[in-house]
Protein backbone atom coordinates (compact mmCIF):
# COMPACT_ATOMS: atom_id res chain seq x y z
CA UNK A 1 0.00 0.00 0.00
CA UNK A 2 1.31 3.73 -0.70
CA UNK A 3 -0.46 6.17 0.33
CA UNK A 4 -4.42 5.84 -0.99
CA UNK A 5 -2.70 3.03 -3.82
CA UNK A 6 -3.00 -0.78 -2.69
CA UNK A 7 -0.54 -3.77 -4.41
CA UNK A 8 -3.10 -4.64 -7.52
CA UNK A 9 -3.45 -0.46 -8.30
CA UNK A 10 0.17 -0.15 -8.49
CA UNK A 11 0.49 -3.41 -10.71
CA UNK A 12 -2.34 -2.07 -13.11
CA UNK A 13 -1.04 1.43 -13.57
CA UNK A 14 2.37 0.10 -14.34
CA UNK A 15 1.35 -2.36 -16.92
CA UNK A 16 -1.15 0.22 -18.94
CA UNK A 17 1.78 2.74 -18.53
CA UNK A 18 4.01 0.21 -20.31
CA UNK A 19 1.65 -0.64 -23.04
CA UNK A 20 0.49 2.27 -23.61
CA UNK A 21 2.27 5.24 -23.21
CA UNK A 22 4.66 6.97 -24.96
CA UNK A 23 7.26 8.80 -22.35
CA UNK A 24 9.15 12.33 -23.54
CA UNK A 25 12.47 12.56 -24.22
CA UNK A 26 12.40 8.74 -23.56
CA UNK A 27 14.26 5.78 -25.63
CA UNK A 28 11.43 2.88 -24.59
CA UNK A 29 14.28 -0.08 -25.54
CA UNK A 30 15.45 0.07 -21.38
CA UNK A 31 11.78 -0.41 -20.42
CA UNK A 32 11.59 -4.37 -21.86
CA UNK A 33 13.63 -4.77 -18.85
CA UNK A 34 12.74 -2.58 -16.63
CA UNK A 35 9.51 -0.19 -15.72
CA UNK A 36 9.36 3.81 -15.53
CA UNK A 37 9.07 5.16 -12.64
CA UNK A 38 5.76 5.98 -11.64
CA UNK A 39 5.08 9.57 -9.55
CA UNK A 40 2.08 8.72 -7.67
CA UNK A 41 1.77 11.19 -5.37
CA UNK A 42 3.64 15.05 -4.21
CA UNK A 43 3.31 16.57 -0.70
CA UNK A 44 5.61 20.11 -0.62
CA UNK A 45 9.05 19.15 -1.93
CA UNK A 46 8.82 15.43 -2.02
CA UNK A 47 7.20 12.98 -4.08
CA UNK A 48 6.46 8.97 -3.87
CA UNK A 49 7.36 6.34 -6.56
CA UNK A 50 5.30 3.29 -7.69
CA UNK A 51 7.47 1.60 -5.17
CA UNK A 52 6.80 3.98 -2.18
CA UNK A 53 10.49 5.52 -2.46
CA UNK A 54 10.43 8.75 -1.18
CA UNK A 55 12.50 11.38 -3.13
CA UNK A 56 13.30 15.46 -3.00
CA UNK A 57 12.14 16.72 -5.92
CA UNK A 58 15.34 18.73 -6.67
CA UNK A 59 14.03 19.83 -10.37
CA UNK A 60 10.40 20.91 -9.61
CA UNK A 61 8.27 18.19 -11.30
CA UNK A 62 11.78 17.00 -13.74
CA UNK A 63 11.41 20.29 -15.64
CA UNK A 64 11.54 23.73 -13.52
CA UNK A 65 7.82 23.69 -12.99
CA UNK A 66 6.31 22.99 -9.65
CA UNK A 67 7.54 26.41 -7.91
CA UNK A 68 5.94 26.43 -5.49
CA UNK A 69 5.90 22.71 -4.31
CA UNK A 70 2.97 19.62 -4.53
CA UNK A 71 -0.51 19.65 -2.60
CA UNK A 72 -1.06 22.83 -2.47
CA UNK A 73 -4.97 23.02 -1.30
CA UNK A 74 -5.26 26.34 -2.25
CA UNK A 75 -4.73 26.40 -5.83
CA UNK A 76 -6.52 22.96 -6.05
CA UNK A 77 -9.81 24.91 -4.22
CA UNK A 78 -9.39 28.10 -6.37
CA UNK A 79 -9.55 25.76 -9.82
CA UNK A 80 -12.44 23.68 -8.44
CA UNK A 81 -14.49 26.79 -7.46
CA UNK A 82 -13.64 28.52 -11.06
CA UNK A 83 -14.60 25.10 -12.80
CA UNK A 84 -18.05 24.91 -11.11
CA UNK A 85 -18.43 28.40 -12.40
CA UNK A 86 -16.96 28.60 -15.80
CA UNK A 87 -14.67 26.18 -17.17
CA UNK A 88 -14.22 27.38 -20.32
CA UNK A 89 -15.33 29.75 -22.80
CA UNK A 90 -13.13 31.09 -25.75
CA UNK A 91 -11.01 33.83 -25.29
CA UNK A 92 -12.76 35.88 -27.67
CA UNK A 93 -14.48 36.74 -24.91
CA UNK A 94 -12.93 37.58 -21.62
CA UNK A 95 -13.20 35.10 -18.50
CA UNK A 96 -12.78 36.21 -14.35
CA UNK A 97 -9.63 34.45 -13.96
CA UNK A 98 -8.01 35.74 -16.82
CA UNK A 99 -9.02 39.29 -16.40
CA UNK A 100 -7.95 39.51 -12.79
CA UNK A 101 -4.83 37.41 -13.43
CA UNK A 102 -3.75 39.66 -16.35
CA UNK A 103 -4.05 42.82 -14.25
CA UNK A 104 -1.94 40.91 -11.25
CA UNK A 105 0.86 39.83 -14.05
CA UNK A 106 1.12 43.26 -15.33
CA UNK A 107 1.54 44.79 -11.99
CA UNK A 108 4.69 43.15 -11.85
CA UNK A 109 5.90 43.76 -15.17
CA UNK A 110 6.09 47.33 -15.65
CA UNK A 111 6.43 48.71 -19.54
CA UNK A 112 4.11 45.76 -20.56
CA UNK A 113 0.50 46.09 -20.99
CA UNK A 114 -0.99 43.02 -22.87
CA UNK A 115 -1.75 39.28 -22.19
CA UNK A 116 -2.06 36.75 -24.68
CA UNK A 117 -3.43 33.43 -23.06
CA UNK A 118 -1.96 29.88 -24.70
CA UNK A 119 -1.62 26.69 -23.67
CA UNK A 120 2.13 25.69 -23.68
CA UNK A 121 5.79 27.62 -23.68
CA UNK A 122 6.42 26.94 -27.56
CA UNK A 123 3.09 27.82 -28.48
CA UNK A 124 3.58 31.43 -26.46
CA UNK A 125 6.46 31.57 -28.33
CA UNK A 126 5.05 30.95 -31.69
CA UNK A 127 2.50 34.06 -30.71
CA UNK A 128 5.62 36.15 -30.36
CA UNK A 129 7.22 34.85 -33.23
CA UNK A 130 3.85 35.38 -35.57
CA UNK A 131 2.91 39.24 -34.13
CA UNK A 132 7.06 39.98 -35.34
CA UNK A 133 6.20 38.74 -39.21
CA UNK A 134 2.87 40.44 -38.93
CA UNK A 135 4.63 43.54 -37.76
CA UNK A 136 6.99 42.97 -40.56
CA UNK A 137 4.18 42.82 -43.27
CA UNK A 138 2.06 45.95 -41.54
CA UNK A 139 5.27 48.27 -41.17
CA UNK A 140 7.81 46.99 -43.63
CA UNK A 141 6.20 45.29 -46.26
CA UNK A 142 6.94 41.51 -45.07
CA UNK A 143 11.09 42.35 -45.79
CA UNK A 144 12.31 42.83 -41.83
CA UNK A 145 10.74 39.36 -41.10
CA UNK A 146 14.07 37.20 -40.20
CA UNK A 147 13.91 36.15 -36.40
CA UNK A 148 17.52 35.41 -34.82
CA UNK A 149 17.66 33.07 -31.91
CA UNK A 150 21.36 32.30 -30.35
CA UNK A 151 23.11 29.05 -30.42
CA UNK A 152 22.31 26.82 -26.86
CA UNK A 153 18.83 28.46 -26.43
CA UNK A 154 15.69 26.81 -26.70
CA UNK A 155 11.95 27.72 -27.72
CA UNK A 156 9.97 24.80 -28.00
CA UNK A 157 9.16 21.44 -30.03
CA UNK A 158 6.34 22.55 -32.33
CA UNK A 159 8.05 23.05 -35.75
CA UNK A 160 8.61 26.92 -35.40
CA UNK A 161 9.93 27.06 -32.15
CA UNK A 162 12.50 24.34 -33.41
CA UNK A 163 13.27 26.10 -36.19
CA UNK A 164 14.69 28.55 -33.04
CA UNK A 165 16.54 26.25 -31.64
CA UNK A 166 20.03 26.54 -30.53
CA UNK A 167 20.02 22.86 -29.11
CA UNK A 168 21.41 20.64 -32.55
CA UNK A 169 20.36 17.16 -30.81
CA UNK A 170 16.96 17.89 -29.86
CA UNK A 171 16.17 19.36 -33.72
CA UNK A 172 18.28 16.66 -35.78
CA UNK A 173 16.20 14.64 -37.76
CA UNK A 174 13.16 16.85 -37.77
CA UNK A 175 14.00 18.93 -40.96
CA UNK A 176 13.50 20.87 -42.75
CA UNK A 177 12.68 23.46 -40.59
CA UNK A 178 11.28 27.13 -40.90
CA UNK A 179 12.79 29.25 -42.98
CA UNK A 180 13.65 33.06 -41.86
CA UNK A 181 15.28 31.79 -38.39
CA UNK A 182 19.13 32.98 -37.94
CA UNK A 183 21.71 31.94 -35.16
CA UNK A 184 23.84 34.18 -33.02
CA UNK A 185 26.47 32.48 -31.04
CA UNK A 186 26.33 31.62 -27.18
CA UNK A 187 27.12 33.51 -24.89
CA UNK A 188 29.00 30.81 -22.51
CA UNK A 189 32.27 32.50 -21.20
CA UNK A 190 33.53 29.01 -19.75
CA UNK A 191 33.04 27.66 -23.78
CA UNK A 192 34.60 31.05 -25.07
CA UNK A 193 37.19 28.44 -26.73
CA UNK A 194 34.47 27.42 -28.77
CA UNK A 195 33.82 30.40 -30.41
CA UNK A 196 37.93 31.43 -30.89
CA UNK A 197 36.92 34.15 -28.06
CA UNK A 198 39.32 32.34 -25.11
CA UNK A 199 41.35 35.05 -24.52
CA UNK A 200 38.16 37.22 -23.55
CA UNK A 201 36.81 37.49 -19.99
CA UNK A 202 33.81 38.92 -17.92
CA UNK A 203 33.01 41.99 -19.47
CA UNK A 204 35.17 41.77 -22.65
CA UNK A 205 33.55 38.38 -23.56
CA UNK A 206 30.39 39.71 -22.87
CA UNK A 207 30.80 42.46 -25.16
CA UNK A 208 32.52 40.11 -27.34
CA UNK A 209 29.62 37.76 -27.26
CA UNK A 210 26.61 40.67 -28.11
CA UNK A 211 28.50 42.62 -30.70
CA UNK A 212 28.76 39.02 -32.57
CA UNK A 213 25.12 39.46 -32.51
CA UNK A 214 25.14 42.78 -34.21
CA UNK A 215 27.56 40.89 -36.47
CA UNK A 216 25.00 38.59 -37.73
CA UNK A 217 22.70 41.32 -38.15
CA UNK A 218 24.87 43.23 -40.65
CA UNK A 219 25.47 40.25 -42.17
CA UNK A 220 21.76 39.64 -42.79
CA UNK A 221 20.75 43.02 -43.73
CA UNK A 222 18.78 45.06 -40.88
CA UNK A 223 16.29 45.95 -43.30
CA UNK A 224 15.33 42.10 -42.93
CA UNK A 225 15.34 41.45 -39.09
CA UNK A 226 12.16 41.60 -36.81
CA UNK A 227 12.89 39.85 -33.80
CA UNK A 228 15.42 38.88 -31.54
CA UNK A 229 14.71 36.04 -29.39
CA UNK A 230 16.80 35.00 -26.14
CA UNK A 231 16.46 33.25 -22.62
CA UNK A 232 17.38 35.52 -19.87
CA UNK A 233 19.00 32.72 -18.49
CA UNK A 234 19.60 30.05 -20.73
CA UNK A 235 17.66 26.52 -19.25
CA UNK A 236 18.11 23.21 -21.02
CA UNK A 237 21.56 24.60 -22.77
CA UNK A 238 23.53 24.29 -19.93
CA UNK A 239 22.37 27.54 -17.42
CA UNK A 240 24.33 30.07 -18.90
CA UNK A 241 23.98 33.05 -17.30
CA UNK A 242 25.11 35.84 -19.41
CA UNK A 243 28.12 37.16 -18.58
CA UNK A 244 28.43 41.39 -17.58
CA UNK A 245 27.58 43.80 -20.01
CA UNK A 246 26.09 41.68 -21.98
CA UNK A 247 22.36 42.45 -21.97
CA UNK A 248 22.75 46.55 -22.04
CA UNK A 249 24.88 46.09 -25.11
CA UNK A 250 21.89 43.33 -26.81
CA UNK A 251 19.55 46.28 -25.53
CA UNK A 252 21.28 49.06 -27.12
CA UNK A 253 21.39 46.70 -30.61
CA UNK A 254 17.82 46.12 -30.72
CA UNK A 255 17.16 49.81 -30.42
CA UNK A 256 19.83 50.86 -33.11
CA UNK A 257 17.97 48.18 -35.83
CA UNK A 258 14.39 48.39 -34.41
CA UNK A 259 14.47 45.12 -33.90
CA UNK A 260 11.88 43.19 -31.66
CA UNK A 261 13.23 41.92 -28.29
CA UNK A 262 11.43 38.40 -27.19
CA UNK A 263 12.42 37.01 -23.75
CA UNK A 264 11.41 33.73 -23.29
CA UNK A 265 11.17 33.36 -19.70
CA UNK A 266 9.04 29.79 -20.00
CA UNK A 267 11.63 28.14 -17.15
CA UNK A 268 12.79 31.58 -15.45
CA UNK A 269 9.38 33.29 -15.32
CA UNK A 270 7.36 33.77 -11.73
CA UNK A 271 10.21 33.55 -9.42
CA UNK A 272 12.50 31.08 -10.54
CA UNK A 273 15.74 33.44 -9.93
CA UNK A 274 14.34 35.18 -7.21
CA UNK A 275 12.64 37.96 -9.15
CA UNK A 276 9.31 37.60 -11.26
CA UNK A 277 11.22 37.61 -14.36
CA UNK A 278 15.02 36.61 -15.37
CA UNK A 279 15.25 39.54 -17.43
CA UNK A 280 14.10 42.17 -14.37
CA UNK A 281 18.02 41.31 -13.25
CA UNK A 282 19.34 43.08 -15.50
CA UNK A 283 17.00 45.87 -16.54
CA UNK A 284 16.05 45.66 -20.06
CA UNK A 285 12.76 46.69 -21.39
CA UNK A 286 11.62 43.94 -23.65
CA UNK A 287 9.00 43.57 -26.69
CA UNK A 288 7.56 40.68 -25.76
CA UNK A 289 7.63 38.44 -23.30
CA UNK A 290 6.68 34.43 -23.35
CA UNK A 291 5.96 32.42 -19.98
CA UNK A 292 4.58 29.19 -18.98
CA UNK A 293 5.73 26.69 -16.59
CA UNK A 294 5.94 28.33 -13.29
CA UNK A 295 2.83 30.57 -13.91
CA UNK A 296 1.07 28.25 -12.83
CA UNK A 297 3.18 25.99 -10.76
CA UNK A 298 1.84 23.05 -12.84
CA UNK A 299 -2.03 22.95 -11.30
CA UNK A 300 -3.17 23.80 -14.78
CA UNK A 301 -1.82 24.79 -18.09
CA UNK A 302 -1.23 27.93 -18.76
CA UNK A 303 0.89 30.05 -20.93
CA UNK A 304 1.24 33.71 -21.54
CA UNK A 305 2.89 35.87 -24.36
CA UNK A 306 2.97 39.61 -22.86
CA UNK A 307 3.64 42.41 -24.88
CA UNK A 308 3.33 46.09 -24.54
CA UNK A 309 0.65 49.02 -25.53
CA UNK A 310 3.02 50.20 -28.04
CA UNK A 311 2.39 46.71 -29.97
CA UNK A 312 -0.72 46.43 -29.06
CA UNK A 313 -1.09 49.60 -30.79
CA UNK A 314 0.22 48.62 -34.15
CA UNK A 315 -2.74 46.03 -34.46
CA UNK A 316 -5.68 48.53 -33.48
CA UNK A 317 -4.82 51.11 -36.31
CA UNK A 318 -6.63 51.21 -39.98
CA UNK A 319 -9.52 49.03 -38.86
CA UNK A 320 -10.94 49.27 -42.95
CA UNK A 321 -7.85 46.42 -43.45
CA UNK A 322 -9.33 43.15 -42.67
CA UNK A 323 -6.12 41.56 -42.12
CA UNK A 324 -4.82 44.42 -39.67
CA UNK A 325 -5.64 42.45 -36.23
CA UNK A 326 -3.75 40.00 -34.84
CA UNK A 327 -5.88 37.01 -36.84
CA UNK A 328 -4.72 33.89 -33.81
CA UNK A 329 -6.60 31.62 -31.76
CA UNK A 330 -5.54 29.31 -28.97
CA UNK A 331 -8.45 27.22 -27.93
CA UNK A 332 -6.83 25.79 -24.53
CA UNK A 333 -6.05 29.63 -24.04
CA UNK A 334 -9.80 29.92 -22.82
CA UNK A 335 -9.34 27.21 -19.93
CA UNK A 336 -10.27 29.28 -17.04
CA UNK A 337 -8.57 26.73 -14.79
CA UNK A 338 -5.32 28.27 -15.81
CA UNK A 339 -5.52 31.79 -15.10
CA UNK A 340 -7.59 30.69 -11.70
CA UNK A 341 -4.11 28.70 -10.55
CA UNK A 342 -2.20 31.03 -11.46
CA UNK A 343 -3.42 34.10 -9.79
CA UNK A 344 -3.21 31.81 -6.65
CA UNK A 345 -0.01 30.85 -7.38
CA UNK A 346 1.01 35.04 -7.47
CA UNK A 347 -0.69 35.39 -4.18
CA UNK A 348 1.60 32.55 -2.37
CA UNK A 349 4.73 33.58 -3.87
CA UNK A 350 3.80 36.79 -2.25
CA UNK A 351 2.72 35.99 1.16
CA UNK A 352 5.02 33.38 1.47
CA UNK A 353 8.11 35.76 0.53
CA UNK A 354 9.27 33.26 -1.96
CA UNK A 355 11.02 35.53 -3.92
CA UNK A 356 12.99 36.32 -1.17
CA UNK A 357 13.53 32.89 -0.11
CA UNK A 358 14.95 31.99 -3.68
CA UNK A 359 17.62 34.08 -3.59
CA UNK A 360 18.76 33.19 -0.05
CA UNK A 361 18.16 29.55 -0.68
CA UNK A 362 19.92 30.05 -4.47
CA UNK A 363 22.74 31.17 -2.48
CA UNK A 364 23.08 28.89 -0.51
CA UNK A 365 23.16 25.77 -3.24
CA UNK A 366 25.74 28.05 -4.93
CA UNK A 367 27.90 28.23 -1.81
CA UNK A 368 27.69 24.36 -1.54
CA UNK A 369 28.03 23.56 -5.18
CA UNK A 370 31.34 25.79 -5.35
CA UNK A 371 32.42 23.62 -2.37
CA UNK A 372 31.89 20.45 -4.19
CA UNK A 373 33.78 21.83 -7.00
CA UNK A 374 37.02 22.25 -4.48
CA UNK A 375 36.59 18.43 -3.57
CA UNK A 376 35.93 17.02 -6.65
CA UNK A 377 38.13 17.51 -9.80
CA UNK A 378 35.14 16.20 -12.26
CA UNK A 379 33.41 19.66 -11.78
CA UNK A 380 34.34 22.60 -14.39
CA UNK A 381 31.90 24.98 -13.87
CA UNK A 382 29.13 26.13 -11.59
CA UNK A 383 26.35 28.33 -13.03
CA UNK A 384 23.01 30.00 -11.82
CA UNK A 385 20.82 32.32 -10.19
CA UNK A 386 18.38 31.82 -7.63
CA UNK A 387 17.20 28.72 -7.61
CA UNK A 388 18.14 27.84 -10.94
CA UNK A 389 21.67 26.26 -10.76
CA UNK A 390 23.78 23.91 -12.97
CA UNK A 391 27.24 22.53 -13.09
CA UNK A 392 29.61 21.37 -16.22
CA UNK A 393 31.29 18.05 -15.32
CA UNK A 394 34.61 17.37 -17.45
CA UNK A 395 37.38 15.04 -17.89
CA UNK A 396 40.22 17.44 -17.11
CA UNK A 397 39.95 20.86 -16.18
CA UNK A 398 42.54 22.40 -18.43
CA UNK A 399 41.28 20.75 -21.52
CA UNK A 400 37.72 20.96 -19.79
CA UNK A 401 37.36 17.55 -22.01
CA UNK A 402 33.15 17.13 -21.48
CA UNK A 403 32.97 13.32 -19.18
CA UNK A 404 31.16 10.71 -20.89
CA UNK A 405 27.13 10.82 -21.11
CA UNK A 406 26.54 7.94 -19.80
CA UNK A 407 28.55 9.16 -16.29
CA UNK A 408 26.16 11.95 -16.43
CA UNK A 409 23.53 9.14 -16.44
CA UNK A 410 25.53 7.63 -13.72
CA UNK A 411 25.47 10.34 -11.39
CA UNK A 412 21.55 10.90 -12.02
CA UNK A 413 21.10 7.58 -10.81
CA UNK A 414 23.43 7.63 -8.22
CA UNK A 415 21.32 10.45 -7.00
CA UNK A 416 17.98 8.85 -7.28
CA UNK A 417 19.13 5.46 -5.75
CA UNK A 418 19.50 8.10 -2.98
CA UNK A 419 16.54 9.67 -2.81
CA UNK A 420 16.99 13.09 -4.87
CA UNK A 421 15.88 13.91 -8.13
CA UNK A 422 18.11 15.60 -10.14
CA UNK A 423 17.74 17.10 -13.83
CA UNK A 424 20.93 16.61 -17.05
CA UNK A 425 21.30 17.57 -20.19
CA UNK A 426 19.36 15.65 -22.11
CA UNK A 427 19.79 15.44 -26.05
CA UNK A 428 21.01 19.10 -26.07
CA UNK A 429 24.31 19.83 -27.39
CA UNK A 430 26.44 17.44 -29.22
CA UNK A 431 29.69 16.76 -27.70
CA UNK A 432 28.28 18.98 -24.65
CA UNK A 433 25.52 16.56 -22.51
CA UNK A 434 27.84 16.73 -19.59
CA UNK A 435 26.08 19.24 -16.85
CA UNK A 436 23.57 18.43 -14.57
CA UNK A 437 21.24 20.83 -13.51
CA UNK A 438 19.12 21.91 -10.02
CA UNK A 439 16.00 23.76 -9.35
CA UNK A 440 14.30 22.72 -6.15
CA UNK A 441 11.22 24.49 -5.42
CA UNK A 442 10.80 28.17 -4.13
CA UNK A 443 9.79 26.77 -0.35
CA UNK A 444 12.98 25.08 -0.15
CA UNK A 445 14.21 24.79 3.19
CA UNK A 446 18.62 25.12 4.31
CA UNK A 447 17.96 21.46 5.29
CA UNK A 448 16.18 20.80 1.65
CA UNK A 449 19.17 22.13 0.26
CA UNK A 450 21.93 20.72 1.90
CA UNK A 451 20.81 17.22 1.96
CA UNK A 452 20.44 17.78 -2.13
CA UNK A 453 24.22 18.86 -2.43
CA UNK A 454 25.14 16.17 0.16
CA UNK A 455 23.60 13.51 -2.21
CA UNK A 456 24.87 15.04 -5.16
CA UNK A 457 28.75 14.98 -3.41
CA UNK A 458 27.74 11.14 -2.42
CA UNK A 459 26.88 10.44 -6.37
CA UNK A 460 29.79 12.68 -7.67
CA UNK A 461 31.98 10.12 -5.61
CA UNK A 462 30.53 6.98 -6.26
CA UNK A 463 30.41 8.45 -9.93
CA UNK A 464 33.97 9.56 -10.44
CA UNK A 465 36.01 8.20 -7.36
C1 LIG B 1 13.18 28.15 -22.38
C2 LIG B 1 12.04 27.29 -22.88
N1 LIG B 1 11.19 27.80 -23.77
C3 LIG B 1 10.14 27.10 -24.24
C4 LIG B 1 9.92 25.80 -23.82
C5 LIG B 1 8.77 25.03 -24.39
O1 LIG B 1 7.73 24.95 -23.46
P1 LIG B 1 6.59 23.83 -23.62
O2 LIG B 1 7.24 22.51 -23.38
O3 LIG B 1 5.58 24.24 -22.60
O4 LIG B 1 6.05 23.96 -25.00
C6 LIG B 1 10.77 25.23 -22.88
C7 LIG B 1 10.54 23.85 -22.39
O5 LIG B 1 11.36 23.25 -21.75
C8 LIG B 1 11.88 25.98 -22.41
O6 LIG B 1 12.76 25.45 -21.54
Given at each position: MHGSFNENDISHIVEADKAHVWHHLTQHKAFETGDPRIILEGKGMRVWDQNGKEYIDAVSGGVWTVNVGYG???????VYDQLMKLCYFSQGAGSVPGSLFSEKLISKMPGMSRVYYTNSGSEANEKAFKLIRQIAHKRYGGKKHKILYRDRDYHGG???????????ERVMQYGPLAPGFVRVPHCLEYRAA?????DLSGEAYGQRAADAIEEVILREGPDTVGGLCLEPITAGGGVIVPPPGYWERV???CTKYEILLHIDEVVCGIGRTGTWFGYQHYGIKPDFVTMAKGVASGYAAIACCVTTERVFEM???????????FRDISTFGGCTAGPAAALENMRIIEDENLLDNCTAMGDRMMGNLQALAEKHKAIGDVRGKGLFLGIELVEDRSTKEPVAEKLIQQTVAECGTRGVIIGAANRSIP????????SPALIATADDIDRITDTVDQALT???G
Open positions: RESIAKATLAAMSAGGQDDQGWEQEIFKDDPSDKLNYGRNNFLCFATF
